[in-house]
Every structure is written in structure tokens, then in C-alpha cells.
């Protein structure tokens, strides 16, 4: 049951915040009049009325009509919406797939439980709890049930091990389990270093640092930091990723709202690549705490951004608990790069229209040419360092534009990958010869330059899709096979050894990767003046 004329107040008077003294005598009939309804309601409605499923759906419906960001959770999902930001969960610490209706472990996480045990990157999870799991239908949602759960429970899990005849019984204590923020880490060359942010969740600052640091000692004089899909996350974290690359003083992001004064958030002196050229990847997927740091390398000259145009949110959440333990995450106040930006793209149509804005993207042509962009004067501003131009009102727009790749994309290559077949295939393959495999190259970037899939390989992933019913269609097939072979190489990378194996791979192949190489030596900097 919706009530959409319920207002705003609503949300104040269930959360329990008192309004500041001088609006309070003001408001006190719009109370009045919502308690009026609210016993109307159970007096003389028809039925009996679920006040739990009415109030919830109130505070659904008064955020709805605020903006797209203020949300409510219900306790049940309070949890499971926090764990990527606190940056970490409770459970048994393993990367799993399904594949042919078995639990395969891709890894156990480092430093969690199961890599303590000993459980290992093939291993096959047949019973939890004496109950068999393979070959009954288990879902992606059963596994993490039965393997998710409070710190200090034990599970007991038996598992099939490739080259045991027997299975292996493991009772594993479960612990808080870290989710990691950095996807990838290394270099690309003698001077290039690469790093893959997913998220800014509460230890994303720690986790870069040490990144910085590994890279720094391996002579790292180039950075490539990629926010590439970054939806955000932590205002304070964003501010201690952006601050190692700024010098000391600097405006970082300033804050503002109507109940909150202006805030300003300045670089410290602890930066670990203050000097250096520096380039931020960002594309439609950056959002919030992503375009925060890119917005103040963009404002302060410090770096080329490159990529295509960012989401555009600029709006700043507090949580706040209820006494059930819901909570309501509402917008607070707005953000501002250093040059007075707002990033915050137009929501006045309505939740709807602002989530279909992406979409429009891509069918104004703007993902593939961004002369499709307009920009008005009112929303030009000027970088702090250099004057040049810059825009705001609606995500970061990078310095160098890469348009999006759709010359090797195809309906057969999309179908692989939404029924996940490539990633099926790919753990097929190293359960087969992951031995083989490792013994015949060194490390990863021995594999990436000497590993080849063959016609054979490729010829039994075409009769694996066609089991799976994806239809063969030659000339589509042609069209993407540089990306399929490419994304198995990954793929099967990853499995062998980590995700920066898997990016180190996929890399060597990605237009805004290979725009970025080019351009640390092809005189950009200079011509723009990008201090370095």
C-alpha cells in the first residue's frame, strides 16, 4: 500500500529527529494531521491495517519523492547493503563459481579461514553440513547461506580434490572475511604502474597506500589508477586516496547542505605519489567517491583524466538507525570539487527518468562520440593551477576522450558471456591442467607473453556454448575472436593466479589502457601543462 501524499515529515517524525526550535511550532499540524490519518486509517478501514508494510512503504514513498540516493533499508538488508563499505563479512572466506551443478572454489581469500585449512584454488565442495550440495541444483544464494554466517561458528564442508580418491573432511571456524578494494596491482613496465580500484570502502585508503608503496619500491615513476565502474563509496576514503596524490594544503572536495555548514577537505603532506605523471581512468560507471578524486586531479592540473564522461552523483548520505534497526540513508548535502563544480547530474524529472539517463547516453551516440555532449556556458569552469576548461553539472568530463570499443562486439560474444560460458569453460580448463599449466610458466607475466589458445582450445569452447545452446554463428564469432581469446586468457589467468593476472592480461588488449601508455610519452603532459 502506497500513500504518496504523505510528506517529507513523515520520515522526520518516524526516525524520531527533532526539527530545529524555531520550526517546530510551525510543523506541529503537519503532525498533527499524519496522526489524525494514521488513526482514521485504524479505525475505519475495511481491513486490518500491517502498520509494519504502511510505514515502510511511507519512507519508501516520501524518498522517492526527494532524490534518487535517499534510501531506506530494512534491517534484513541493512547488513547485506553495508558489506561492501565496512569491507568485509563473516563466513569462510573462499571465491567460489558452479559449474555442472558443483561448488568449485576459484581461491580461498588470503589470511581467511579456509587458505588456514589448507582448502585449495579446484577444490570441489560436495556436502556442507552432511548435506550434499553437487547435483541437486544449488544456487549462487544456498551457497552463501550455508557458508555465511556469525564469527566463531564452525561449518563442515566435504571436499573432492583432484588426484585424492577420498574426501576431504574440513571443519572451518568462520571469521570476518575482508572484501578488498584493490582489484589489481602492478607493473606494467620498467616505469608504469597499474592500479584497479572497485570500491572506496573503509579500508580502500590502508589498501592503496600499500599499493603505492609495493609499486613505489619497484621504481614506479607512472601511475594508471583506474576508477573504471566505480560506483563510490566513503567521502572520508575518497579524500585519503586523492590526498596521495596532492600536495600539502590543497582543497580536495568541500561539502555543503542546509543543516550542515560548508566543510572543507584539504590534502595533507603524507601523499605517496605527489610527484609523477598520473593518469585516472573513469568512464559512465564512476561515480561519487570516484569522481571526487578524479575532480580534484582534473582541478588541480595534477593528472590527465581519460575515459568517457562520469555518472554525475554529487550528493553526499548520512545513515541514520531506526529503533527496529532499519535505517534511512538520506542525502545530506552536496559535494563541490576544488574549482566549485557540482558534480550531480539533473534528477528533477523523477527517479525514473534519472536512472533511464544512461541508457540515453548510449543512444545519443555520446559513448562513441563525444561531440554528441553539449555543455552549457553556465556549467564551464576553470581548473586552479592551469585555467583551463572544465564542466560540471552533470559527472567529470575526462581531459582525453576514449570512446566506447564496439567493433568487436557481437550478439554470439554477449551471449557467452551473460550465460557466463567463457567463465565456465575457463574453470573446465584449469581443473584439467592446472598442474601441467603452472609448471610451464614462471609467474603470470611469463604465461600472459608465451600462453596461446589454439584452434583446439577455441573449437571445444564452440561445441561447450552449443551444449549450453548458444547457436554458432561464424561471422559474428570472427568478429569478436580477438576478445574472446583475449577474455579466456584472463579468465583462465585469474584461476591459475590472481586478479592482477587476469587485468595484467585483459589490459594489453583495452583501448583506454593503450590510450594511456601513449600518451605519457607523447608530449600531452607538456602541451597541457599537467604537472608531473
Known amino acids: 500500500m502506497k500513500l504518496p501524499f504523505l ?13 530545529p526550535t524555531d520550526a517546530q511550532e510551525a510543523d506541529n499540524k503537519h503532525r498533527e494531521k499524519l496522526g489524525s490519518f494514521m488513526q482514521i486509517l485504524d479505525y475505519y478501514y475495511k481491513e486490518d491495517v ?3 508494510k504502511v510505514t515502510e512503504n511511507a519512507i519508501k514513498g516520501v524518498l522517492k519523492e526527494l532524490d534518487p540516493h535517499s534510501v531506506y533499508y530494512s534491517r534484513e538488508r541493512l547488513k547485506k547493503a553495508n558489506e561492501p563499505l565496512v569491507g568485509s563479512f563473516e563466513g569462510v572466506g573462499i571465491q567460489f563459481n558452479i559449474l555442472n551443478d558443483t561448488i568449485f572454489v576459484i581461491s580461498s581469500i588470503p589470511g581467511g579461514p579456509s587458505e588456514k585449512l589448507g582448502i585449495m584454488p579446484g577444490d570441489k565442495i560436495v556436502y556442507i553440513e552432511e548435506e550434499t550440495v553437487a547435483g541437486i ?39 570476518k572475511i575482508p572484501l578488498f578494494s584493490v582489484d589489481a596491482s602492478y607493473m606494467v613496465d620498467d616505469k608504469v604502474g597499474y592500479v584497479k580500484l572497485n570500491r572506496f570502502s573503509r579500508t580502500t585508503g590502508k589498501e592503496v597506500r600499500e599499493a603505492l608503496t609495493k609499486l613505489n619500491e619497484q621504481g614506479m615513476q607512472r601511475l594508471i589508477f583506474d576508477l573504471r565502474g566505480n560506483g563510490g563509496g566513503f567521502l572520508n576514503e575518497a579524500v585519503n586516496v586523492a590526498d596521495e596524490f596532492l600536495g600539502d594544503g590543497k582543497m580536495i572536495v568541500y561539502t555543503e547542505g542546509r543543516a550542515f555548514d560548508r566543510e572543507d577537505r584539504l590534502a595533507t ?32 592540473d595534477r593528472g590527465l ?4 564522461r562520469s555518472f554525475g552523483k554529487g550528493l553526499v548520505q548520512r545513515t541514520f538507525k531506526m529503533p527496529d534497526g532499519s535505517a534511512v540513508r538520506l542525502t545530506v548535502s552536496d559535494y563541490y570539487t576544488p574549482s566549485g563544480r557540482s558534480i550531480q547530474k539533473p534528477y528533477e524529472e523523477g527517479v525514473d527518468a534519472y536512472r533511464k539517463e544512461l541508457k540515453e547516453r548510449q543512444e545519443n551516440g555520446e559513448l562513441i562520440d563525444m561531440s554528441n555532449i553539449e555543455f552549457p556556458d553556465s556549467l564551464k569552469f576553470n581548473t586552479l593551477s592551469n585555467k583551463r576548461t572544465v564542466f560540471g553539472g552533470g559527472g567529470i568530463m575526462p581531459d582525453i576522450f576514449v570512446p566506447l570499443d564496439t567493433t568487436r562486439n557481437s550478439s554470439y560474444f554477449r551471449d557467452l558471456r551473460r550465460k557466463g560460458i567463457l567463465n565456465k569453460f575457463a574453470l573446465n580448463y584449469v581443473d584439467d591442467k592446472r598442474d601441467a599449466v603452472l609448471a610451464e610458466y614462471t609467474d603470470y607475466k611469463d604465461f600472459a607473453g608465451r600462453f596461446k589458445v589454439d584452434q583446439s582450445t577455441l573449437d571445444k569452447l564452440i561445441a561447450f556454448a552449443s551444449k549450453e545452446e548458444i547457436e554458432f554463428k561464424q561471422e559474428e564469432f570472427d568478429t569478436s575472436k580477438e576478445l574472446i581469446v583475449s577474455q579466456l586468457r584472463g579468465l583462465i589467468a585469474r584461476n591459475l593466479y590472481d586478479r592482477s593476472a587476469m587485468f595484467f592480461i585483459l589490459n594489453q588488449e583495452d583501448p583506454t589502457v593503450t590510450e594511456a601508455m601513449k600518451l605519457f610519452t607523447d608530449g600531452t603532459f607538456d602541451r597541457l601543462n599537467i604537472a608531473y
Open 50 to 52: 500491517d502498520h509494519e
Open 137 to 175: 541444483g544449488v544456487t549462487n544464494e544456498d551457497v552463501i547461506d550455508k557458508l555465511r554466517g556469525d564469527k566463531g561458528t564452525q561449518v563442515t564442508v566435504k571436499i573432492k580434490r583432484k588426484g585424492t580418491s577420498d574426501l576431504l573432511d574440513y571443519t572451518i571456524t568462520r571469521d
Open 305 to 308: 583524466v581519460v575515459g568517457r
Open 7 to 19: 510528506k517529507p515529515l513523515l520520515l522526520l517524525l518516524t526516525i524520531g529527529l527533532s526539527l
Open 269 to 300: 603532506a603524507r601523499g605517496l605519489f605527489e610527484e609523477g605523471q598520473v593518469i585516472v581512468l573513469i568512464n559512465e560507471g564512476s561515480a561519487s567517491a570516484s569522481e571526487i578524486v578524479s575532480g580534484a586531479v582534473q582541478d588541480w
